[in-house]
């Protein structure tokens, strides 16, 4: 079946510090991939997107690259910043929208 | 362009009453989804309209029912209300079929649900 999974958190990072947030994937086809980011009290909006292997999707100095071999799709950002605390949801779609667990960043000053 | 529109936003039920979650969507979108969100659950899907006419369960359907009214609307139902059913409830759309894997989906801005 399809499912996606993605580490737990919270992640607490201080400002200007390194991000990742690991995503893995199974799919029964060949899938595109989304992190969508919720910000407190908000519904669910799209950080980026990628759909096809090797594809890098970015937005807001976040980046991450769908790759096929790994089925992996990770988050990156080089500089956090405070105004990046939400929580990030990993997604995939193929024929229905499939998302992670969802991982909290917070990100002190 | 109002995207997805989920009413109401907040809303208080006592045990055993029952409501309809309303959504309706502006973009067209052949699929439709109410999710549940509760604190570290992340999102679950209680049920998903593929089309116009179609419905399907998803991980946790019991204690709703839906009715995809037309392409625009999907309603969710709580016939009996349960404290276990407290949560923030999310409507979403997107297109989801072969040729349109690409197209993100929309959310709304989520129902804020309390049962006493």
Known sequence: GNSVTQMEGPVTLSEEAFLTINCTYTATGYPSLFWYVQYPGEGLQLLLKATKADDKGSNKGFEATYRKETTSFHL?????????????????????????????????? | NAGVTQTPKFQVLKTGQSMTLQCAQDMNHNSMYWYRQDPGMGLRLIYYSASEGTTDKGEVPNGYNVSRLNKREFSLRLESAAPSQTSVYFCASSEAFAGALNTEAFFGQGTRLTVV
Request: glycine content about 8%.
């Open chain 1, 76 to 109: 990156e950002k080089g500089s956090v910043q405070v105004s990046d605390s939400a929580v990030y949801f990993c997604a995939l779609n193929f024929n229905k929208f499939y998302f992670g667990s969802g991982t909290k960043l917070n990100v002190k000053p």
